[in-house]
């Protein structure tokens, strides 16, 4: 299973990884995935996006 939400990457993914047996999911880059709760066992991730209201004060 893997998601993408820019779509060359979509495509270029989908001919990759579908003849290995993969889904490819198009995801609109929303703070959800388009999975229902308690869907998968285990998620990776080899890059994302965090964004913090408060960042954390350094360490002292």
Known sequence: MAT???????A???ARLRPRGA???ADDD??????????????????FLLEAREP???AE
């Not at 993408?4 to 979509?10: A, H, N």
């Not at 929303?30 to 890059?47: G, I, K, M, Y």
Request: aromatic residues 12%.
């Open 4 to 10: 993408e939400s820019y779509p060359p990457d979509l």
């Open 30 to 47: 929303e703070p959800r995935l388009p999975f229902a709760d308690d869907v998968f066992d285990l998620a990776h991730s080899t890059r």
């Open 23 to 25: 889904w490819v999911v």
């Open 12 to 14: 270029l993914a989908a």
């Open 56 to 58: 954390a004060s350094p």
